[in-house]
């Protein structure tokens, strides 16, 4: 796909998706056999439902075809959530994922797994897990620190003293 195209639709579909009270996280579109794919994420402060994702995907369904933003060949709209293992790449995702465990590649090389404890104009404070009994400690990085990140899945988070946490003791 072309930068002028990424460019067009991204100026055509970020206004819908605002409108509904998201983020427009990623645009992409795919050649899939002899058809294409437009696949739009979208995310906002408190997640997306599967209603919310139904409701912009019509939204976005119709501009398209009101435009010839996609061409005159046939395409799918895919409309989704960024999912569970998201990529944080901008300072909204970071926030997001307060309290959340991540895996970042640093700019100066190698990898650090931590929990994400807060977020700031200039990078994002963490909370590295102890190795072989000693405690976490804190560590800072500036944005400009930070090569890759991505939220790790945690199928049985528990909280310092070893009990589950609140949001496990509500889903129980």
Do not use: N, W
């Amino acid at each position: 796909m072309s930068t002028t195209q990424s460019e067009r639709l991204r100026e055509l579909l970020e206004p819908l998706v605002s409108s509904q009270d998201l983020d427009l996280e990623e645009i992409e579109v795919a050649s899939v056999g002899r058809k294409r794919v437009l696949r739009v994420v979208v995310d906002s402060e408190d997640g997306v439902d599967l209603d919310k994702v139904a409701d912009v995907s019509r939204a976005l369904s119709a501009k398209l075809d009101e435009t010839d933003a996609m061409g005159e060949g046939e395409y799918t709209l895919e409309v989704g959530s960024p999912g569970a293992e998201r990529p944080l790449r901008e300072q909204r995702h970071y926030a997001r994922a307060v309290g959340r465990l991540a895996r970042i590649q640093l700019a100066e090389g190698g990898e650090l797994v931590a929990r994400v404890t807060a977020v700031d104009d200039q990078g994002v404070d963490l909370q590295v897990p102890g190795v072989k009994g000693r405690k976490p400690t804190a560590r800072r990085l500036a944005f400009g620190d930070i090569a890759k990140a991505r939220v790790e899945v945690e199928f049985s988070r528990k909280d310092d003293s070893g009990t589950k946490s609140m949001k496990e003791e509500e889903e129980a």
